[in-house]
């Protein structure tokens, strides 16, 4: 059974969680961030594959090494794209993908966005095999975790932003798992992080849930108006097709226009944050 959607209140929390299985405790959140993760995850030698037991995608949890430290990572390989239309869990899809890929071109544009949500992410060959290594957050939590501890987060108003971006990730992305309450994780520093954007990037050129978007951050829209088609396909044409761009830039222009709307509605202080 699928998981219900994600709760969106300031509610959401995390509490600090030792990893599964009797391992070491190892830092929180990520260990290491920018170029120093992704020159680790695009040269580091595996010591061990496991299966992570949990999402439709298989994916598998590597243990990896560059000689200095030792990091575990996600590994995952699915690459599958359906033209037409497929009968899915909450009824019938358009152009479906669910792809490796995808999770490269999620962290290239999150780097495009300045937001910080999505965890390091490379594209890299491993046995023969070509898929995307996204580095692991350590000591994470889910919003299934959080509903059963009932925690609360220190600063709401920092939590409250984090997860306005994640909403707007979400819309941008036309990411059809994004009902997931599994795909959002929280450190114990209540940093929020975005993983799973296999299921991203579509053609559709219209929002999947616009309600969902009622404020936004000045600097994130500052960088989502600067986005163009030349700094599209340098940093994700590798991985996303001319039509999967050119969806982006459509529901990018959606949500200019929301916001403009929304301002005019509530005025510039009740939609912009700091």
């Given at each position: 059974?699928r998981?219900?959607?994600?709760?969106w209140?300031?509610?959401?929390?995390?509490?600090?969680?030792?990893?599964?299985?009797?391992?070491?405790?190892?830092?929180?959140?990520?260990?290491?961030?920018?170029?120093?993760?992704?020159?680790?995850?695009?040269?580091?030698?595996?010591?061990?594959?496991?299966?992570?037991?949990t999402?439709?995608?298989?994916?598998?949890?590597?243990?990896?090494?560059?000689?200095?430290?030792t990091?575990?990572?996600?590994?995952?390989?699915?690459?599958?794209?359906?033209?037409?239309?497929?009968?899915?869990?909450?009824?019938?899809?358009?152009?479906?993908r669910?792809?490796?890929?995808?999770?490269?071109?999620?962290?290239?544009?999150?780097?495009?966005?300045?937001?910080?949500l999505?965890?390091?992410t490379v594209?890299?060959s491993?046995?023969?095999?070509?898929?995307?290594?996204?580095?692991?957050?350590?000591?994470?939590?889910?919003?299934?975790d959080?509903r059963?501890r009932k925690v609360?987060p220190p600063?709401?108003?920092?939590?409250?932003?984090?997860?306005?971006n994640?909403?707007?990730?979400?819309?941008?992305?036309?990411?059809?798992?994004?009902?997931n309450?599994?795909?959002?994780?929280?450190?114990?520093?209540?940093?929020?992080?975005?993983?799973?954007?296999?299921?991203?990037?579509?053609?559709?050129?219209?929002?999947?849930?616009?309600?969902?978007?009622?404020?936004?951050?000045?600097?994130?829209l500052?960088?989502?108006?600067?986005?163009?088609?030349?700094?599209?396909?340098?940093?994700l044409?590798?991985?996303?097709?001319?039509?999967?761009i050119?969806?982006?830039?459509?529901?990018?222009?959606?949500?200019?226009a929301?916001?403009?709307?929304r301002?005019?509605?509530?005025?510039?202080g009740?939609?912009?944050?700091?």
């Open positions: 059974m998981p219900s959607r994600l709760a209140g300031a509610a959401i929390a995390i509490a600090c969680a030792f990893p599964a299985g009797g391992q070491e405790p190892r830092a929180p959140g990520l260990a290491i961030e920018g170029a120093r993760a992704e020159e680790f995850l695009g040269k580091a030698r595996v010591l061990k594959k496991e299966s992570i037991g999402g439709i995608t298989r994916p598998d949890r590597l243990t990896l090494t560059d000689g200095q430290q990091l575990r990572a996600v590994w995952k390989t699915i690459n599958v794209h359906t033209l037409g239309q497929q009968r899915m869990e909450f009824g019938w899809e358009f152009d479906f669910d792809s490796w890929k995808s999770e490269v071109a999620a962290y290239e544009l999150d780097k495009l966005l300045g937001l910080g999505v965890p390091p594209e890299r491993i046995d023969g095999r070509t898929g995307s290594l996204q580095l692991w957050v350590e000591k994470a939590m889910t919003e299934d959080r059963t609360e600063d709401l108003q920092k939590w409250n932003r984090q997860l306005h994640v909403r707007l990730f979400h819309q941008l992305t036309y990411n059809t798992d994004f009902h309450i599994r795909n959002v994780l929280f450190d114990p520093e209540f940093r929020v992080y975005l993983v799973d954007s296999s299921r991203a990037f579509r053609i559709q050129r219209s929002l999947l849930a616009p309600d969902d978007l009622v404020c936004f951050s000045r600097s994130a500052g960088k989502l108006k600067a986005l163009d088609r030349p700094a599209l396909e340098e940093h044409g590798p991985w996303l097709g001319k039509m999967q050119e969806g982006l830039l459509a529901r990018r222009d959606v949500i200019l929301l916001i403009d709307e301002i005019r509605e509530k005025g510039e009740a939609v912009l944050l700091p």
